[in-house]
């Protein structure tokens, strides 16, 4: 064994000393938002699969399958069939936007929509992505486009997925031609959705499509993605000319990258360096590649990928951040070498995912080393009931404005999500929405929760008009 681990378990324990904890009365009693910087983007954010409704594509086809046990790859039960028909309904979102008084609206254009066959280009689809960024723009929301989040056209996945490196000039293809639909009023681009996150589900868990479970393919996968970013930042800049907000600058490009804590579940070596490991892998293996160029993924035992992507420097503009937990870690001898799990009294999303508004602080102040803006392209929680998602909002905002309050160049918090909506291996049981779906009903009657007023309030104070 090399001495990385070692090395990286005393880095962990070194960043262990400044763990920050909130304390909630300050937290409610903040007036937040006040601390946000001027021009800051407060949104929401969703993707094209889990809203739309009526997609087909590797999802829509992996809904309908089930594991060699019998057990249905939806836990649920539950396909995203309709989801919450925003394909259709999207005027009324942007009413709810205009409610919550957004500024900002993270959205993902579906690529089985826009190029159903290779190289055929849906002009219908193309029409609706153009008028959405533009009444977006002219409702004054600035719009930010996920090029992919986790779906892929059947014709896609059918050749190798994101295994196969003719998807990846397929991808840049792609990218050349989203950027001419919707450049003249999208400035804002977020080439890939959480890459960590598709590679670990998709090929090592295998609880996602393709649903392997093959560590070398998943660093594989990973790589490529991470290259694929590459390639479409370069297609964006090329062909995306219109400053569409006027700021002087025509692209503003980045990635959505998934994030979490990983606690050691005690002092021991053994326990700080597996989650020294983890935290390299999960959390540092994009920055640093898009950071140096480089593509570096190591996980003992299975994989040592190295692989030259000089592209990748200079390739974003901000760094986005989804952060929504942490985990506590302990060594095991899964594929992932580590054990994670929430002790016992810790309080949890009704996925039981922990909440730990801190870490949000602490991943902001890690990474204000980039040099970057950044920007929380994802954060939230299940909150079935709604009651308990204000506190939740307002201690994550909190964490924003500690770490802008520190200097760190925070540029937006988009909230995941606007509406509840198909959350991918659990189905339609989560509820992520500051707007309630009504899925009993034929219209799917979207409703307030209370985290509607918390957010408004944010919006005010950042000085903003939520209509009434
Ligand atoms: C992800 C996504 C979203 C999820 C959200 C809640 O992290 O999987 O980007 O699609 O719905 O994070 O889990």
Redesign the pocket.
């Given at each position: 064994m090399s001495v990385r681990p070692l090395l990286l378990g005393l880095a962990l324990l070194a960043g262990c000393s400044e763990r920050p904890s909130f304390d909630p009365a300050k937290v409610n009693a903040a007036p937040i938002g006040k601390g946000l910087p001027r021009g800051f983007l407060l949104g929401t954010s969703t993707?094209a699969h889990?809203i739309e409704g009526g997609n087909v594509n590797d999802w829509s086809d992996w809904e309908r399958g089930a594991f060699p046990d019998g057990a249905p790859h939806i836990k649920d039960r539950s396909v995203s069939g309709p989801a919450t028909d925003s394909w259709n309904r999207f005027d009324e979102d942007v009413t709810l936007m205009k409610r919550l008084g957004a500024n900002a609206y993270r959205f993902g254009v579906e690529w089985s929509r826009l190029e159903p066959t290779p190289g055929a280009w849906d002009a219908d689809a193309a029409e609706r992505y153009r008028q959405w960024a533009h009444t977006l723009r002219s409702q004054g929301i600035e719009p930010m486009v996920t090029l992919y989040?986790?779906t892929l056209p059947r014709w896609v996945a059918e050749s190798g997925g994101w295994e196969n490196p003719a998807n990846l000039d397929a991808f840049e293809r792609f990218s050349g031609k989203v950027a001419e639909l919707l450049g003249a009023d999208v400035d804002w681009w977020c080439t890939l959705?959480?890459p960590n996150?598709y590679a670990v589900f998709g090929y090592m868990d295998g609880v996602w499509p393709p649903g392997r479970k093959d560590t070398a393919a998943m660093a594989r996968v990973l790589a490529n993605l991470i290259e694929a970013h590459a390639r479409a930042a370069r297609q964006l800049r090329a062909h995306d000319t219109v400053d569409a907000d006027g700021d002087g600058r025509a692209t503003l490009i980045g990635l959505?990258h998934?994030v979490r804590v990983f606690q050691p579940a005690s002092g021991s070596t053994t326990d700080l360096a597996v989650a020294g490991l983890t935290d390299d892998f999960f959390n540092e293996s994009v920055p640093k590649a898009l950071r140096t160029g480089h593509v570096s993924l190591f996980v003992p035992g299975s994989v040592s990928l190295e692989r030259d992507v000089p592209d990748l420097k200079g390739s974003i503009d901000y760094l986005g951040l989804?952060y929504?937990t942490r985990d506590h870690v302990r060594q095991d001898t899964s594929p992932s070498f580590s054990h994670k799990y929430v002790p016992a009294g810790h309080d949890t999303n009704d996925l039981g995912w922990e909440l730990y508004p801190e870490g949000l602080y602490l991943f902001l102040k890690r990474y204000a080393a980039l040099g970057l803006p950044l920007v929380v392209t994802?954060n939230?929680m299940d909150d079935r009931t709604g009651e308990r998602r204000p506190y939740s909002l307002r201690s994550h905002l909190y964490a924003v404005e500690q770490a802008v309050a520190e200097g760190v160049p925070v540029r937006g918090y988009f909230h995941?999500?606007l509406i509840d909506n198909f959350?991918?291996a659990e189905g339609y049981g989560p509820r992520?929405g500051l707007f309630q779906v009504d899925r009993s009903s034929v219209e799917l009657t979207r409703r307030a929760t209370p985290a509607v007023e918390t957010f408004r309030e944010a919006a005010r104070n950042l000085g903003l008009t939520p209509t009434p």
């Open positions: 993707a889990q989040h986790f959705n959480e996150v959505a998934h989804n929504y994802e939230g995941w999500s959350e991918w992520f």
